[in-house]
């Protein structure tokens, strides 16, 4: 980020970014319906690349002689990419289905949060940081893909139009769950609540690092 000062207290700055989330996990276990018996065992692996752009504005005093407090907010920008990758085997007809999707999209938000700076020696201090920002992408639309092998033989389905919904699996017990499906929305017995979800990217961060001054 660079900040340029307007007299000893306003400044602007603007920077930019890059983070990524991602997570694995997988469920493993056995059913009875239909007769036999059989095993079952899905990977899911969710991930999310963001590249955010901001310009705050910015208000500095000094507390101390070595040490600064700067205020600052504004708006924030930001790049995204979500990505899913679903991996499951079943000993029921040998089956074996892999289905990704992948979709990107921008959002435009907020951030706001303080930076404490500690003046090392002249022109260096070490800074710790901590800001909100608050921003999420509604109607995540993008290629689905699905191949399903089974002893039965292989089915392969793709669109470029599917969107990620939320809705609620009410067979048995209730059940939160995401999907993919077009714009028509998930639909059929079992199923209540559904609407396009959204991808939330607010929340903290904390940093700590070296600030030049020229």
Same mark, same amino acid.
């Given at each position: 980020?660079?900040?340029? /000062?307007?007299?000893?207290?306003?400044?602007?700055?603007? %920077?930019?970014?890059?983070?990524?989330?991602?997570? @694995?996990? %997988?469920?493993?276990?056995? #059913?009875?319906? !239909? +007769? !036999? @018996? /059989?095993?079952?065992? =899905?990977?899911?692996?969710?991930?999310?690349?963001?590249? !955010?752009?901001?310009?705050?504005?910015? /208000?500095?005093?000094?507390?101390?002689?070595?040490?600064?407090?700067?205020?600052? #907010?504004? =708006?924030?920008?930001? &790049?995204?990419?979500?990505?899913?990758?679903?991996?499951?085997?079943?000993?029921?007809?040998? &089956?074996?289905? &892999?289905?990704?999707? *992948?979709?990107?999209?921008?959002?435009? %938000?907020?951030?706001?949060?303080?930076?404490?700076?500690?003046?090392?020696?002249?022109?260096?201090?070490?800074?710790?940081?901590?800001?909100?920002? $608050?921003?999420?992408?509604?109607?995540?639309?993008?290629?689905?893909?699905?191949? $399903?092998?089974?002893?039965?033989?292989?089915?392969?389905?793709?669109?470029?139009?599917?969107?990620?919904?939320?809705?609620?699996?009410?067979?048995?017990?209730? /059940? *939160?769950?995401?999907?993919?499906?077009?714009?028509?929305?998930?639909?059929?017995?079992?199923?209540?609540?559904?609407?396009?979800? +959204?991808?939330?990217?607010?929340? &903290?961060?904390?940093?700590?690092?070296?600030?030049?001054?020229?």
């Amino acid at each position: 980020m660079i900040v340029n /000062y307007w007299g000893s207290h306003i400044g602007i700055g603007i %920077g930019g970014g890059f983070y990524r989330v991602t997570n @694995t996990s %997988g469920v493993t276990g056995a #059913a009875s319906v !239909p +007769d !036999p @018996t /059989y095993q079952f065992s =899905p990977t899911y692996a969710p991930k999310v690349s963001v590249i !955010p752009f901001f310009i705050n504005l910015h /208000y500095k005093v000094r507390l101390a002689s070595r040490l600064g407090l700067d205020l600052f #907010a504004g =708006p924030v920008f930001q &790049l995204v990419q979500f990505g899913f990758r679903r991996e499951a085997t079943s000993s029921l007809n040998s &089956l074996s289905e &892999l289905e990704t999707f *992948n979709a990107s999209g921008t959002t435009l %938000g907020l951030q706001g949060g303080l930076s404490l700076s500690f003046r090392i020696i002249r022109g260096i201090a070490l800074v710790a940081d901590g800001f909100f920002r $608050s921003s999420k992408v509604s109607n995540i639309t993008g290629n689905w893909f699905l191949n $399903s092998t089974s002893s039965s033989g292989t089915v392969t389905s793709s669109s470029s139009s599917y969107y990620l919904w939320y809705y609620n699996d009410t067979a048995g017990s209730v /059940y *939160n769950r995401i999907g993919f499906f077009d714009s028509s929305r998930p639909a059929g017995e079992g199923v209540s609540g559904a609407r396009k979800a +959204d991808l939330n990217l607010s929340g &903290l961060t904390a940093m700590i690092g070296l600030k030049l001054s020229l």
